[in-house]
């Protein structure tokens, strides 16, 4: 099962986890102080002196970076009333407004997460987001936001995960999701490489933060370190679609792009995705209906634009009010200094692009 390849039992990240309240269905890892990544992420570490803010400071390895997490958690009050007990000052403001109102903001601003960056916690430097079990189910499951569903289409550490068997299905059916409509944007033919970059970029088209503030290199960043990582992620997924053709040794892969199979292919895409292609082509005041606009979809030599167009329609809002919404739950010193060093790695994949 590909779930599996997710699993992680590392005792670093264990250890970071006793430092939180225990009441989680699922708790990750991801990002370049998790996997290898290329480029000026994977040379740049970030320290934080007692009472001093983040200074860079040069290092070989993804082992300096500061380390990113998602908790999961079902009952999100009564979470982040232990986690204010025991981390108060990893909370910005908002912290003297109580449990209720930071959930408030959690669940209805943005893509329904809660960060709280640039900490430090066992010695590493942290930031870790807290979400809703059920917001990120229907996440997994119709890409409401495609935004935590988009971290877990890309290789990460799971730490800790419960038997909620409707999160797990969710999980599984979210990289099936990621398959079919990297598929509906690519050839006939391509190579697994190909297909991991077109998956890694779903949750980034149409992400204003790859104008300002990330590398525009990102994507194959993610994806040339980690093919094998892509590879036991997604290989059970491949193998057992009856659409793919999946020479392993090869490592390429063939699939159906005759109007009838990419119409299959779009009927089983996520429901908000579905409606954004509905959207993009459907002319105003003419109301066809998904299936009818998916059939016409089907047909059309520029089937794949019209996907990511769909998508970019997911991304770009949600994108936008997560990060506004960050000004308010991370402070404005840390959202200074934290957009600073995001800028300081564009720029510095800007120069080795450019000498």
């Not at 099962?1 to 009441?23: C, D, N, T, Y």
């Not at 797990?168 to 690519?186: C, E, G, I, P, Q």
């Not at 892509?230 to 159906?256: A, C, H, M, T």
């Amino acid at each position: 099962m590909a779930l599996q390849a997710l699993q992680s039992s590392g005792v670093a990240f264990r250890k970071i986890l006793s430092h939180f309240p225990e009441e989680l269905s699922l708790a990750f890892a991801y990002g370049s102080g998790v996997y290898r990544q290329v480029g000026p992420s994977s040379d740049q570490k970030v320290s934080l002196a007692p009472g001093q803010a983040p200074r860079r400071e040069s290092a070989s390895s993804h082992e300096n970076a500061m380390l990113d997490f998602v908790f999961t958690v079902d009952d999100p009050v009564a979470w982040h009333s232990k986690n204010l007990k025991k981390n108060w000052n990893h909370y910005s403001f908002l912290k003297v407004l109580g449990p209720k109102i930071i959930t408030t903001v959690q669940n209805n601003y943005g893509a329904g997460v809660y960060y709280n960056p640039l900490i430090m916690c066992d010695g590493r430097l942290i930031k870790y987001g807290v979400i809703s079990t059920s917001i990120l189910i229907e996440d997994l499951l119709n890409w409401n936001n495609l935004y935590i569903a988009g971290r877990l289409q890309k290789p990460v550490k799971i730490i800790a995960m419960n038997e909620n068997v409707a999160l797990r299905s969710a999980l599984d059916k979210n990289l099936k999701s990621a398959v079919t409509t990297a598929f509906l944007m690519l050839p006939e033919s391509f190579s697994e490489e190909d297909l991991f970059i077109e998956i890694a970029g779903l949750s980034y088209s149409g992400d204003f933060r790859m104008v300002v503030g990330e590398d525009k290199t990102k994507v194959l960043n993610i994806v040339k370190p980690n093919i094998a990582h892509f590879r036991e992620l997604y290989g059970s997924i491949l193998q057992e679609n009856p659409q793919v053709v999946y020479k392993i040794q090869q490592g390429r892969l063939e699939i159906d792009k005759s109007p009838e199979g990419q119409f299959t292919q779009l009927m089983t895409l996520p429901k908000t995705l579905q409606q954004q292609i509905n959207h993009v082509m459907d002319p105003p005041g003419k109301n066809r209906d998904v299936e009818e606009t998916l059939l016409q979809v089907a047909h059309d030599p520029d089937c794949g634009e019209v996907v990511r167009q769909g998508l970019s329609a997911i991304v770009r809002p949600s994108s936008m009010k997560q990060s506004t919404k960050g000004i308010f739950t991370a402070g404005m010193k840390k959202t200074v200094v934290y957009s600073s060093l995001k800028l300081h790695k564009m720029w510095k994949g800007w120069l080795r692009k450019t000498s």
